[in-house]
């Protein structure tokens, strides 16, 4: 087959790595980068460190709101698909990218695959739940990362062609994470012991656009006086500036640095005593790790990892932060595997014997 795989946003790279791999043992596979993340540390930092090819297209779509950020990648997929034909496009996860993807495809009776199928925060608010739904309504094969999300699909009246194949996320760690171990030099640039340090993200709208949230979770982080390690998203660079926060890290033990390579992150990760964030994936990678993870939002599509105790949500909630980060030390059982590191075989397994016709 043809294969058109939709990218655009850096999560998406880490899964489109143990993809391809699989896909190209028997089809035929093109990329197309929207151009969502274009920073090199957004971007072309992920293809090198990952080995993925360099895309076929890159849209050069860049950044916007959202109703121009997704009809521009509207209108140039659109061009692309038509060009290229491909009897199957794969989008994954919820992001612009994804919705832009899955409905250009759609709209063009192209049989679409959607990889992180069923995840569900019940958060209309949040842009991705969305983009999660809208997806999943025209997806024609539909790859969960667990079974609640196969639940959560048949509640919605979607059964056919839904399956469970594992979590292509874990499939990206566990391939990297010895070679992380090896080559990242990380800890040393920064001067940091292992478990002697957290690790911080944000970036999400709900955080980064409102000032009150975002200065309350980057006081929390000054105060706690924790070594804590903050890769900053050029969108939090560019709030914390414009609400006068950011000189304010330089005299504190928050390190922020620029946001890190996939190998540097999951081996900082790893290595780290807990980890705040409001990223879907980082909750994954911290459980995965059996690092607590503390999450700054006030639901989860991810809620194996709380329903397990490893995973809190404070969101911006300064003092229920600061309770977190002192307090927060889960040792329990883990129940959930996110399947075993074969979800990219399987989704190509699938993919291989499914008819597309109908
Ligand atoms: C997007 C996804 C989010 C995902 C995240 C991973 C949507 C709605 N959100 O969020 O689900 O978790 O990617 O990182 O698709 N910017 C740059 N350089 C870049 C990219 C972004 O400076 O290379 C800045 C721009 O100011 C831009 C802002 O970040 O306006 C937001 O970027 P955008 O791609 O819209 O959303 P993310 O926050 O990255």
New binding site residues.
């Given amino acids: 087959m043809k294969i058109a795989s939709i990218i655009?946003?850096?999560?998406e790279f880490v899964k489109e790595a143990p993809l391809v791999k699989e896909l190209r043992k028997r089809h035929k596979e093109i990329i197309i980068h929207t151009g969502?993340?274009?920073?090199y540390?957004?971007?072309k930092v992920f293809f090198d460190g990952l080995n993925i090819p360099e895309p076929d297209y890159n849209l050069g779509v860049?950044?916007?709101s959202?109703g121009k950020?997704t009809s521009e990648m509207m209108i140039k997929l659109e061009k692309v698909l038509l060009k290229e034909k491909p009897d199957l496009v794969i989008v994954s996860?919820?992001?612009?990218?994804?919705?832009a993807g899955a409905l250009s495809a759609s709209k063009l009776n192209i049989k679409v695959a959607h990889i992180e199928s069923g995840m569900r925060s019940y958060d209309r608010k949040m842009?991705?739940e969305i983009?999660r739904v809208v997806t999943d309504h025209v997806s024609d094969i539909l790859f969960c990362s667990t079974n609640i999300a196969v639940q959560n699909l048949r509640k919605e009246g979607i059964t056919k062609n839904v399956f469970n194949v594992g979590d292509i996320m874990i499939d990206a760690v566990k391939q990297n994470i010895a070679i992380a171990d090896r080559k990242s030099d990380i800890l040393k640039k920064l001067n940091l012991k292992t478990k002697g340090y957290i690790v911080a993200t944000v970036?999400?709208?709900g955080n980064?656009d409102n000032k009150e949230n975002l200065l309350n979770i980057i006081n929390a982080f000054i105060i706690s006086k924790e070594k804590i390690v903050f890769p900053v998203?050029?969108?939090?660079?560019?709030f914390m500036k414009r609400y006068g926060i950011y000189d304010q890290l330089k005299n504190s033990s928050v390190i922020a640095t620029k946001p890190l390579s996939y190998m540097d992150m999951i081996f900082i990760e790893k290595n780290a005593k807990k980890i705040l964030t409001d990223?879907?994936?980082i909750q994954k990678e911290a459980y995965f790790f059996k690092v607590p993870c503390i999450t700054l939002r006030n639901t989860t599509e991810w809620v194996e990892t709380v329903n397990d105790g490893w995973n809190i949500l404070t969101g911006a909630d300064k003092s229920k932060i600061l309770k977190a980060i002192m307090n927060f030390n889960p040792k329990g059982k883990q129940n959930e595997k996110y399947g075993d590191g074969n979800a990219s075989r399987n989704i190509v397994n699938i993919i291989n014997r499914i008819s597309l016709c109908s």
């Avoid at 998203?233 to 560019?238: D, G, L, N, V």
């Fill in positions: 655009g946003a850096r999560p969502q993340h274009y920073d540390e957004m971007s860049g950044s916007g959202h950020q996860g919820d992001t612009n990218t994804t919705i842009a991705e983009n970036h999400r709208a980064t998203h050029p969108r939090t660079e560019k990223s879907g994936g």
